[in-house]
């Protein structure tokens, strides 16, 4: 949850919103579901080539009921959901699955599922699925691959911040590093499949923010979600890669806040 930085969401509350933040499972001070096993990635890549799609620990809409559950928890019928990445995939499917739960949604640097789109940079992916030296263990190669991954993933419309990045790196280090974790969720992510049909069902007010520089899911993914989703309104934010620097927060809090008015 602290990849939403403390400032991003300072500005939502200062507009006067209550800002839930969360981990999702496997991840950060969240349940981690240690007792199933992490995902073959060579067998799941050539099962879906096969276009098989095989069961996996768990599936986004798992992660779905989660977030409703908490939500639940906290006595909140309806929130304005805002989900990045993965987060993306799921706030999409809680507007989708859930729309008496969603008041207006904002999709921040995801996608559809479609396997018609330009699939990630090959050396990105390297990058992000290649075991990361232990930090504990390896401090300085945790810290050398992390930077590597993050300098490959952002614009150049902003200004790269190792000594930011580094800091984050480690502070989620500190906080849980779940491998394993991280694979289940790639996995939930991967067998998802192409989610357009239950895109053109929302009918909360949508956004769709994505960077024209985006490696790890390429621009064309943020422009057919927007595609998918009625009356949408598609964000591209040039020089943004995958990543939320702190130079495109101001504008994105403003879609935010104007998207969630528009619900109002």
Known sequence: MIRWSTPFTAALAARGYRVIRFDNRDCGLSTHLDALPAPDFGALAAALVAGERPAMPYSLTDMVNDALALLDALDIDRAH?????????IAQAMASEAPDRVLSL?????????????????????????PRP????????????????????AGSGSAFDPEAEGRLALQE????????GTARQLAAMATAGDRRDRLATIAAPTLVVHGTEDPLIPPDHGRDTADAIPGAELMLIDGMGHD?????????????????????
Do not use: C, K, W, Y
Not at 173 to 180: L, N, T
């Open 81 to 89: 959901v805002v989900g990045r990445s993965m987060g993306g995939m």
């Open 106 to 130: 904002t999709s921040i640097m995801s996608g559809t599922g479609n396997p018609a789109l330009p699939q990630a940079d090959p050396e990105v992916m390297a990058l992000m699925t290649r």
């Open 134 to 153: 232990d930090p504990a263990a390896d401090p300085d190669g945790f810290l050398a691959h992390s930077l590597a991954f993050a300098r490959r993933i």
């Open 173 to 180: 280090a500190r906080r849980a590093r779940d491998p394993a």
């Open 244 to 264: 939320l620097s702190a130079t495109v927060q101001p504008r994105i809090v403003d879609a935010i806040d104007r998207t969630a008015r528009r619900a109002s």
